[in-house]
């Protein structure tokens, strides 16, 4: 993914127009872990094997405006932040505080990642090498552009995470849920197309019922966070 990509994001959440492409939720008073949509599905989308949201740690600054942005790949993490709130010492910040201790409470063993100077220029490499090196990451390789930290090489003295739900309107839940039923009409439609042509679905009925039961699920999400709230 481009940093172009990554920036508009960023401006996206700043304008507050990325409600159904961008999923938040705050895990410190600076960072946000985010589920992002590239585009939103359509009936006419290629079927393919690979397809997936892409996870983030989006950073603010003091002022609440999205400055940064780290892009989740497991076996490594593409940082990025807006020119102007280069140097300031927010993404360290956020990565040592928030970002690195959430990976590995959520299980991650060790996190690797990749900084090649050909590809962002000797500049940036030397910034990014900087950042990693006063993290605790060390080099896997005689060249330094591979880099690996274990939980036991954190300093988790530093550690400030603050993870709390993000309130959703009755508004908004009843949208999904007529979402999900609209789901479960559509694969009952198919069902009744695949039993009558070729006397097979597959069981995708039963599917169908799976999903249909989700309304009724997320009625009791809905009831739980509004529990929580008070």
């Not at 892409?54 to 020119?83: C, E, K, N, T």
């Not at 330094?144 to 508004?171: A, H, M, Q, Y």
Request: with cysteine; charged share 35%; proline share 3%.
């Amino acid at each position: 993914m481009t940093e172009r990509e990554i920036r508009k994001y960023i401006d996206r959440l700043n304008s507050e127009k990325a409600d159904e492409l961008i999923f938040t939720r705050p895990i410190s008073k600076t960072v946000d872990v985010a589920k992002v949509w590239t585009e939103q599905p359509k009936m006419t989308d290629n079927i393919v094997g690979n397809f997936r949201s892409f996870r983030f740690f989006f950073i603010r600054d003091d002022s609440g405006q999205y400055i940064g942005a780290v892009l989740d790949m497991y076996q490594d993490l593409h940082w990025y932040v807006v020119p102007k709130s280069r140097k300031r010492g927010h993404l360290t910040t956020a990565l040592k505080e928030s970002i690195l201790p959430y990976l590995f409470c959520d299980g991650r063993e060790s996190q690797t990642i990749t900084i090649e100077k050909d590809a962002i220029g000797e500049k940036n490499y030397l910034s990014s090498k900087g950042v990693a090196i006063k993290l605790g990451f060390e080099p896997r390789n005689e060249e330094e552009t591979e880099f690996e930290l274990k939980p036991t090489d954190l300093n988790w003295d530093n550690v400030n995470l603050e993870e709390d739900n993000v309130r959703i309107s009755s508004e908004r839940f009843e949208i999904l849920r007529k979402r999900v039923f609209y789901a479960y009409k559509m694969l009952c439609k198919i069902s009744d197309e695949l039993l009558i042509k070729v006397d097979n679905d597959e069981g995708l009925r039963e599917v169908a019922d799976e999903v249909r039961n989700y309304t009724w699920r997320i009625d009791d999400i809905e009831w739980k966070s509004k529990r929580t709230k008070r």
